[in-house]
């Protein structure tokens, strides 16, 4: 939900403003919230109020930085349809705007939130042809893969990340797209080819932190094709949680810490994988491994966590942790109905998409 207003951030106010105070007063209201209700209710609020603003015909650079403010509150209310009226309101009114690029990247994680896979690619795209010298032109590229992925395009989506390794030879990036590769072989159903990436990065990468995480990676997936560890303990409220992983339904289970900076990132991708599928489908099991239980139940109330969650409670050394020899996060597993791990952490975004798209398959499977 609404934790920061990026968008709004880098868009400079010139002075203060109405704009700047009602962006005050939401940062207090989430400082006040207590739940994800909370949240969403500021959220809504600060939205109207904008909205009333920009009605008013304020000057050229705060209606730019009240549409795009706006969009960013629409988005996070999963309001995508009023979203993009934002983003297109933008654009007419200030197609010369610095920060034309940045609005293109949100049009298109917002289009693909909303399932609009190939408007959002043509959103990348559009980046990637008017403003070929904008910093952000190799995530661009990267999101036009990811698009062509979850369009089901597979095979545009592995050459997109070839052509993509090949334009950037010898650099850091080049490892990034070959990491990228590895993770889209794994949702293709080519984990064995995706491995070997990981082990030419091993062998072959010069930056140290990139080796590191390949190898990471590589002992994760050691995963795949087996059964899970028995997960079973209390809950926040004392109550016995167990996971039962081979009873005839698909199974996210994930290990969370509300102190890592991706904590609200997959409660949001939880969140959508809970409405997408059928509970009679698709089960979503949570291991925390936060010592503070207090401060946690206070965490998972603002992030909207409806599912179970087990309390491990000692860092990577709790039991559960310490079962898959978790060492840092995140760390998704994804479950088949005979109950064996078939994806880890097959996500690369908070829209859900690719991690959807690997449940739809196991779903499928008779």
Not at 141 to 156: N, P, S, T
Not at 212 to 221: C, D, E, T
Not at 285 to 298: F, G, N, P, S
Request: glycine fraction near 8%; charged fraction near 25%; include cysteine.
């Amino acid at each position: 939900m609404i934790a920061t207003l990026t968008l709004a951030a880098v868009l400079l106010a010139q002075g203060p403003s109405p704009l700047d105070t009602i962006i005050a007063r939401h940062g207090d209201a989430l400082r006040r919230a207590k739940t994800y209700d909370d949240l969403t209710a500021a959220a809504r609020a600060t939205l109207a109020e904008v909205v009333k603003f920009i009605d008013s015909k304020p000057d050229s650079e705060s209606g730019a930085r009240a549409r795009a403010i706006a969009c960013e509150i629409c988005a996070d209310l999963e309001d995508y349809d009023g979203s993009e009226a934002h983003a297109r309101a933008f654009f007419e009114g200030w197609p010369k705007h610095a920060q034309v690029p940045t609005v293109l990247m949100n049009l298109g994680q917002i289009r693909l939130a909303a399932g609009r896979d190939a408007q959002a690619r043509e959103s990348f795209q559009a980046l990637v042809r008017d403003f070929p010298t904008d910093a952000r032109l190799f995530e661009a590229k990267l999101r036009i893969a990811q698009a062509f992925l979850c369009e089901g395009r597979d095979d545009d989506a592995l050459k997109a990340l070839a052509d993509l390794r090949a334009a950037y030879k010898g650099k850091l990036e080049e490892w990034a797209t070959v990491l990228q590769q590895a993770l889209f072989l794994l949702i293709t159903g080519k984990p064995g080819d995706g491995r070997a990436l990981l082990e030419e990065t091993v062998r072959s990468c010069p930056d140290g932190a990139t080796v590191k995480f390949a190898k990471q990676i590589l002992a994760a997936w050691l995963w795949i094709g087996k059964p899970p560890k028995p997960v079973e303990g209390l809950n926040l409220k004392g109550e016995a949680v167990k996971g039962d992983f081979a009873r005839g339904k698909v199974t996210v289970l994930y290990f969370l810490g509300a102190s890592f900076p991706d904590f609200a990132v997959e409660a949001g991708v939880m969140k959508r994988l809970a409405r997408r599928f059928a509970a009679t489908d698709v089960s979503i099991l949570a291991v925390a491994i936060d010592k503070d239980k207090a401060k946690l139940e206070t965490d998972l109330a603002r992030a909207g966590v409806a599912w179970p969650v087990v309390l491990d409670g000692d860092g990577f050394k709790g039991p559960i942790a310490s079962a898959y020899g978790i060492d840092d996060l995140p760390m998704v597993f994804v479950i088949d109905r005979k109950g064996l791990v078939r994806y880890v952490n097959p996500i690369f975004s908070d829209h859900a998409r690719e991690i959807g798209r690997c449940i739809q398959t196991l779903i499928s499977e008779k």
